[in-house]
């Protein structure tokens, strides 16, 4: 078990989880600028990139590479700091660390030693895409980037199928269309959005089903990041029940009841039965207006 009290009466050193633009400077939060400011130490997945940001804001604290290929020579050094009463930030190149980003590693093993870890609020793709989809924002499921291959992108897929969450992706350009295609074969043509270049000059969203969007792919150019939000299967399962009750909406209902006679090969006590069914009405109200009316 292990409880953190984040803010104490005094500065006590911790490694703090800052998010940093995505693509407008603008998203950069007053507390993220103060947090690199005071911070011994910052923690970036590319010190070039880190470099410019850092220049902006006029921040000069020192930087040190943390990524994929160093994270575990760097764990101890960085813990060490922590343990000597420095804090240090963690940056991604933007973002949220951790979110398909380096960090994660970093936050477990400060954790596993008992230090405090202190995560900002700020600037995220996947949440921007998910609330401007137009889906349902809640329950969703994160999943970031699917597999480079087919094969193990299709398994990935078909264990996300049945989830009644809205999905979430991240993908590049070079794979958005093969990625969307396989998307259809496994999860069928449901409602989707796509977001594009999320808070940049470019910034665009294209809302309609995987096989628009697939055929969208295809007539344009593709250019920067993209976030892929798909509608849950519970969502599409109401959907193809919804048009499945609407189409008896414009008959009468002794049409409906014949049409129930011809299409399912009912007799007319069984398709009067139905039809109540499906129009909430009693089955003496639809006896009469196929007989009486």
């Not at 407008?24 to 400011?37: G, Q, S, V």
């Not at 477990?108 to 401007?132: F, K, S």
Request: proline content about 4%; glycine content about 6%.
């Amino acid at each position: 078990m292990n409880i953190q009290n984040s803010y104490q009466p005094e500065e006590h050193a911790a490694l703090y989880v800052v998010p940093t633009p995505i693509g407008n400077l603008e998203d950069m939060t007053f507390r993220a600028i103060r947090i690199l400011k005071e911070c011994k130490l910052i923690a970036a997945e590319d010190t070039r990139n880190t470099k410019k940001l850092l220049h902006y804001f006029e921040i000069h604290t020192p930087l040190i590479s943390y990524h994929e290929h160093n994270h575990q020579e760097r764990e101890k050094q960085l813990l060490d700091k922590i343990r000597n009463g420095e804090s240090i930030a963690v940056v991604s190149d933007a973002g949220m660390p951790a979110i398909s980003d380096p960090g994660s590693e970093l936050v477990q093993a400060a954790i596993r030693e008992g230090l405090d870890v202190i995560v900002l609020p700020g600037a995220n793709a996947a949440l921007v895409a998910l609330v401007g989809s137009g889906l349902p924002a809640q329950p969703f499921t994160f999943y970031g980037f699917l597999p480079r291959k087919k094969k193990d992108k299709k398994e990935a897929l078909e264990k996300l199928k049945n989830l009644n969450s809205t999905l979430i992706f991240y993908e590049s350009p070079y794979r958005i269309k093969d990625t969307l295609e396989t998307m259809e074969g496994t999860l069928g043509n449901r409602q989707a959005s796509i977001g594009r270049e999320i808070s940049k000059k470019f910034e665009e969203f294209v809302r309609g089903t995987i096989q628009e969007l697939f055929s969208w792919s295809k007539k344009n150019e593709l250019r920067g990041e993209f976030v892929i939000v798909i509608g849950g299967q519970m969502e599409t399962s109401f959907d193809m029940i919804q048009q499945e009750l609407s189409w008896w909406e414009a008959l009468s209902v002794k049409e409906h009841v014949e049409a129930l006679m011809k299409n399912d090969n009912l007799s007319s006590k069984e398709a009067i039965k139905q039809a109540a069914v499906e129009r909430k009405l009693p089955k003496r109200e639809v006896y009469q207006s196929y007989h009486i009316d």
